[in-house]
T-cell receptor, first 114, second 114 residues
Framework: GNSVTQMEGPVTLSEEAFLTINCTYT??????LFWYVQYPGEGLQLLLK?????DKGSNKGFEATYRKETTSFHLEKGSVQVSDSAVYFC?????????????FGKGTLLTVNP | DTAVSQTPKYLVTQMGNDKSIKCEQN?????MYWYKQDSKKFLKIMFS???????INETVPNRFSPKSPDKAHLNLHINSLELGDSAVYFC?????????????FGPGTRLTVT
């Protein structure tokens, strides 16, 4: 079946540090890949997405590239801010068919200190 | 305007009670979902409805009964609440057939069973 593995947290960084959160997946076919962010006390928001191999999703300074050869979708940001403190979820949705669900990783808590 | 809304935001109740959570989306989407987030932030699909028809029913106890009166609403009724039902429940919606099946999430309902 489909699965998503992301690095265990928590991750604690100082402001302006470089961020990488690793995400690898297992899926049949050609899934779409997503990063969602959950700020404290809020619901999930889509951060970025990629729908085919070699696509790069980007938003708010975050980037992730869909790597089919390594089945990975690592999240990066060159310079984090305190406001980036949140839980980040990698997710996939298998393309096609009637399976409409998202399969999530376990989430990575990021804390950015001033 | 709120895209996906849920009521109530907080729900505290005793074991054995029956309770409902309501969800509404004003995005014109044809598919709605319920997810459960446990205390470790792990997110898991519970149900999915497409055009008011049940598409996904994961291994959820039959004490949980979703109801979709129309495409814009998906309510969750829980009978005989148990301590283990304490969690945050998220509603989401999407438009199937699109290029990435992006899901939009509500703010969540924190259910506490005492």
């Amino acid at each position: 079946g489909n699965s998503v593995t992301q690095m265990e947290g928590p991750v604690t960084l100082s402001e302006e540090a470089f961020l990488t959160i690793n995400c690898t997946y297992t899926a049949t076919g050609y899934p779409s890949l997503f990063w969602y962010v959950q700020y404290p006390g809020e619901g999930l928001q889509l951060l970025l997405k990629a729908t085919k191999a070699d696509d790069k999703g980007s938003n708010k300074g975050f980037e992730a590239t869909y790597r089919k050869e390594t089945t990975s979708f690592h999240l990066e940001k060159g310079s984090v801010q305190v406001s980036d403190s949140a839980v980040y979820f990698c997710a996939l949705r298998r393309g096609g068919g009637s399976n409409y669900k998202l399969t999530f990783g376990k989430g990575t808590l990021l804390t950015v200190n001033p | 305007d709120t895209a996906v809304s849920q009521t109530p935001k907080y729900l505290v109740t005793q074991m054995g009670n029956d309770k409902s959570i309501k969800c509404e989306q004003n995005l014109g989407h044809d598919t709605m979902y319920w997810y459960k987030q446990d205390s470790k932030k792990f997110l898991k699909i519970m149900f999915s409805y497409n055009n008011k028809e049940l598409i996904i029913n994961e291994t959820v106890p039959n004490r949980f009964s979703p109801k979709s009166p129309d495409k814009a609403h998906l309510n969750l009724h829980i009978n005989s609440l148990e301590l283990g039902d304490s969690a945050v429940y998220f509603c989401a919606s999407s438009q199937e057939g699109g290029p990435s099946y992006e899901q939009y999430f509500g703010p969540g309902t924190r259910l506490t069973v005492t």
